[in-house]
């Protein structure tokens, strides 16, 4: 049978601050989590615009290959 | 002889002729140990060891000593193409594992005929716990050499080789510890050798080699891909 | 399709905190010994039984990933183990927060079970460091795999060891609230342990999502032979 722990309780008002404690770094280290996960997905919202942008000027080199490639490299 | 044991054999060989021909790791790690042996003797301020403090000050040298002699385990492997040749070879590629064990153990067991005797002299007050010792040593040093060669053989394809043999395998290491120091404290405390708990110590220490022998044998083929 | 799910996912999870959260202060009676400090078991326990199997997982999905050579089970290995590692750190803190109250200690070493723990912990946190020193992609999946492998294995056997080494001296000098408990504790206990293991899935699917994402926007860069970011973690898997 294993030996219960035998000192008495911490009273409430005390006993409370280390419970709260408790459940605030809980609640911290899930906040930091979540505050890290939101830089990543902003990150990858500012590569989708980059990525956006040149897809759509992919498309004008594509629908006007002719003035772009001149304007693009005239010499060649 | 199956082409198996036969590379085996030859692995073996070849690892143990070397390390006598050059004495690169044996020499390093008995003077590390002794002179280590010497820092714990001034760090504790005692002369004289005996139980717990003991079986700590001997496992803790054997295992930064082991740890010396792991980091260089596949050096020579890696540098002259030994992988390679394994790769290419029609033969059950663990068996560089189980060759590497052995050889590991070799070096472990030859290290503890100098640093133990030197031990005793320098600590203990008799002498007489350290025949069933021997049977904590070979146990232990088959759970090194067994998780030693799977990490070395993975942190020598690394950058920080040198660093990543101590750090992940000292965590895999406390049950070997813990079993080891465990058997060995009763054995070498005041009043002459006690066996408290030896046959459990003993095969906790059996199961950890039997799940690390498995497991490096098992996954060791896929280390080897290229 | 990493996000399928998660939204549903994440709202079970929300329910069932808020309602082991209930349970925990409204609901749980006192105990007789400990008084309201065993509250804080509702929350560190389930934490640390969580990340334990999450390691555990870790190393199955590393065997899955070893054996198939599909990139996404190391995803799935990597994700888990991380997760993991987080709910470790709150269950070391918790676990020192309720032996201060306890005991007037910060660390106690009587307990083997939160020693054990600390022990895996030190295994997995060398994970990040070992992963980030094998510089070829295919080999680092496959090392890292052999890594949560062999962890995996070691779990239990780090657990029956230091349990073994407690002195008999000095019995364990604290059951943790799992036998002879009443009812209405056994209920708050298992409430609170269905919402961990929630709250670990949503973020391993949230984790994998946000890779996934990233792996898409890398995708679309290569598509469009546009440059590729140089940005991207040197440790953990790429998803796509």
Redesign the interface.
Known sequence: M??????P??P?DE??K??A???V??VV??VV?LAI?AA??Q??ER??R??AA??ER?KEIQAAPGREAEEAAPYG | MTPSRAAFAAILAKDLRSELRTLQSLPAMALFSVTTFVIFRFGLDRTSLSGSLAAGVLWATLLFAAVLGINRLFVAEREEGGFDAIRLAPIDRSVLFTAKVAALLVYLLALELVAVPIFAIFFLEDAAGLGPLVLVLLLTDLGLAA?GT?ISS??V?????D??VP??LL??A??LM??AT?ATEPLLSLGGPSYD?FG??LM?LG??DL??GL??YA?FD??L?D | MYGKGLKPLSIATVAMLTLSLSLVFFYAPL?G?????Q??FY??VP?AIVALVGFILGGIFAIAH?RTDDRKWDAYSYVSIHISV?FG??VL??GA??A????GHWWVWDEPTLVSFL??F??YA?YY??RY???DRD?QA??A???A???G??VP??F???R??QSLVH?????TAEGGMPGEMMLTFLCSLAAMAL?WTT?VK??LT?KS??GQ?KR??RA?D?PV?G?GSRIAPEVS
């Open positions: 294993d030996l219960l722990f035998a000192a309780a911490l409430l006993a409370g280390y419970v404690g408790a459940y770094v809980f280290l899930l989590y996960m990543k997905v990150r990858i590569e989708l980059d990525v040149i897809a992919n | 998780t799977l993975m942190a394809n690394s950058r920080a080789r660093l990543l750090l992940v965590p895999l406390v049950p813990i079993a465990g708990r459990t110590w906790v199961l950890y799940i690390f497991v490096g996954v896929f280390l891909e | 105990d010994d400990q008084g309201f400090i509250k804080i929350l560190h934490l070893l987080i750190v709150a803190i918790t927060i309720w201060k109250a306890s005991w022990i895996v030190l295994l060398t460091p070992f020193a094998i510089e080999r496959r090392y795999s052999v890594f492998v062999t962890a294995a070691f056997l780090n029956m060891a230091v073994m080494a019995p364990r000098t604290f059951a709250l973020l949230f984790e946000a994402a990233s926007v679309l860069r469009l546009a970011a940005g």
